[in-house]
């Protein structure tokens, strides 16, 4: 009996070449799989090598960082007055940046001088980036100003009281200590113009000579030439040539004597000075720009600037420095514009001019541009207005006496006892429309004034009654000083503030003599070369 299996026959294993299902296919599948393993181990590869390229560079990267902040100074904050501005509602920034004209680590050699001078600031500027972050507008406060300089604080410890009718430069100077004193000079501009400080930098010779090299150097023009002399006027001879009359490029040792000069172009002056510097600042700026404001391009002007920075603890770090420098990336040169607080000659000395510079300041505090635009990044009623010429007062809604008033041959000086910018401004409109002499407007000594006061010399008080009528509510007072003067209390501030809707507020631009006399950071650099 044949029994049938219904199992199949297994194939027949093939070693070699031979038979089955087709000559050469177990190493072709074979040389496959080699082919596999021979990729998978070049993409383990490529992988290891691409992680490992990625920690090196975050590895540097972190390296680089922590050295940038290894070179970062911050100065104490303790120094800052406890009576500062309220912080605006505005996104808008202000950036204090002050030239120290320090001789130590080194500063010496590019400054000359005694190493163990104390530091002084030559150079100061606010710089506001406005809210909506397309302008900016930095504003020169010259050396030689006459301002109040309120309690600072000292090494010590104690504080100084407050300096009426000292010169700007001396807040630096507090202390007399080789590094300054940052924080007195803050505190100076914060009651000086009323607004916040959000940052406060301090760049010494060093770290200004660094910055000029690292970006290839900076375009500047001479209306003539300039010699030894004019940068040393104790020269007993002219001594070499150190610029050429016309346009050139300068980085280091002599970017930073071209700032210097005082002597030996235009007026002389430190104004004129100071058009010079901002002429140098733009072009600065414009090549920075050309470079590129990324990450890339940024570290090694940081790693030039950061060795020789005091900032604030707000800036104390690489990060926050670069993310401050990344934001503002976006404003346009033509709309980096620098000014001149308004000023006059007083003696030797300089004099702020008013109202022209409370209305500088509230321009800021409001975020319009110097032609009277809105940069706040919010949409208002209303319309800009075009500039107008200096004097001109706000509309009437905002500076009409309660009641008529004639203040005919009556002379009155306004001083601000509130912390509310621009009330001194708009006070002496008031008066001014009202008939009466406004003979200056300045801060008051103390900024915490409820009532406004009307204060009067001897056989002044029946005109200082009719003064006391343009502020309902004031309180007379007879001093032993001769004049009249008005001190503008919180009263007043409320009352002014609630005068004007916000549906009737016409923004303006500032007086003309400041717009006028800006300079855009895409100026041509052999323009306006008259300084002073």
Known sequence: ?????????????????????????????????????????????????????????AAGAGWLYLRLDGNITTFDSGGLSDNRPAAGSSKGENVLVIGSDARTDGNAALGGGDKTAIGRSDTTFLLHVYADHRHALAVSIPRDTLVTIPPCKLPGGGWTGAQTDTMFNAAFSVGETDKGNPACTQNTVEKLTGLRVDHTVVVDFKGFASLTRVVGGVKVCLPNDIYEKDLSPNRATRGTLLFRKGEQ???????????????????GSDIGRIKRQQAFVASLLKEIKSNGLTPTKLLPLAEAATRSL?????????????SFAMSLKDIDLHNTKFVTVPWRYEGARVAIVQPDADELWAALKADRTIDGKNASGKKTAGK???????GSAPSSASTSSPAPVSGAGIDVAVYNGTTVTG????????L??????????????????????????????????????????????SVTSAGISVVLGQTYADTAASASSPASATPTALPTEVADGARSADDNPCSNLTYG
């Open 432 to 477: 001014t429309a009202d008939g009466f002499t406004v003979t200056g407007t300045a801060t008051a000594t103390a900024q915490d004034h409820t009532t406004t006061l009307v204060e009067y010399g001897a056989g002044e008080e029946s005109r200082a009654e009719t003064v006391a009528k343009a502020f309902p509510g004031a309180e007379l007072e």
């Open 423 to 430: 009330l001194g401004a708009r006070a002496a409109a008031q």
């Open 249 to 267: 490029t300068v980085s280091g040792k002599k970017a930073l004597d071209y700032v210097r000069i005082r002597h030996g172009i235009g007026d």
């Open 310 to 322: 005091t900032v604030d603890a707000g800036l104390g770090s690489a990060d926050k420095l670069i």
């Open 1 to 57: 009996m044949t029994v049938t299996s219904n199992r199949r026959a297994a194939p027949p294993r093939h070693r070699g070449g031979g038979g089955g299902a087709g000559p050469g296919s177990g190493g072709a599948r074979a040389a496959a799989r080699d082919r596999r393993r021979r990729r998978g181990r070049r993409v383990r590869l490529a992988l290891s090598l691409c992680l490992s390229l990625l920690v090196l560079a």
């Open 384 to 390: 800009t207005t075009g500039a107008r010429t200096t």
